[in-house]
């Protein structure tokens, strides 16, 4: 049974058992930490972000003053590195999505007229990258569910846990 589906089931319950207490404590430190972990990218995030905009916000001006100039020295190399992240993860995205796409093309062409020779290496060298990026996005909406799962979860036994206490 998936944890999804254990967290469903609970989750139609009424009151809180003992076993259910300790399934809280064994849900608890794995939502906190998913929180936790969603908090720290949320916030490389937007501190990146916002260190792209200073920096443009900087770099627009006229006479910086010696602080602005100390802090544009501090704030670029942050926001390089955020747009280089950004740029990488956008490019592998977009070729894992076109791969995807490409892949379906040339099936689908298959089906109606055979590939010539380069369609079928095209194919061949695509389908796996197609795979492993389908995978991966099922993968991490997987991952999200169960996660989010586990966090409602651990609420509701809480609220559940405050009534009985």
């Known amino acids: 049974m998936t944890a999804v589906a254990r967290v469903a089931e609970l989750e139609g319950l009424e009151g809180l058992t003992e ?3 300790v399934e809280l404590a064994e849900l608890r430190p794995k939502a906190q930490q998913w929180q936790k972990q969603k908090k720290g990218f949320t916030d490389r995030y937007r501190a990146g972000k916002a260190a792209v905009a200073r920096v443009a916000e900087l770099e627009g001006l006229e006479g ?3 602080a602005q100039e100390v802090e544009l020295a501090e704030l670029r190399p942050k926001a390089q590195q955020w ?8 490019d592998r995205y977009r070729a894992g999505k076109a791969a995807v796409a490409r892949v379906a093309e040339l099936e689908e062409l298959a ?25 991966r996005k099922e993968s ?6 169960e996660m989010k ?17």
Request: glycine share 4%.
């Open 19 to 21: 076993a259910q207490e």
């Open 64 to 66: 910086l003053t010696e």
């Open 83 to 90: 747009q280089k992240q950004k740029k990488g993860f956008t």
């Open 111 to 135: 089906e109606q007229e055979p590939l010539t020779d380069e369609q079928s290496v095209e194919l061949e060298a695509l389908q796996p990258k197609a795979q492993q990026w389908q995978k």
């Open 140 to 145: 991490v909406a997987k991952y999200r569910r």
């Open 149 to 165: 799962a586990a966090v409602a979860r651990v609420a509701v036994l809480e609220e559940l846990e405050g009534r009985s206490g």
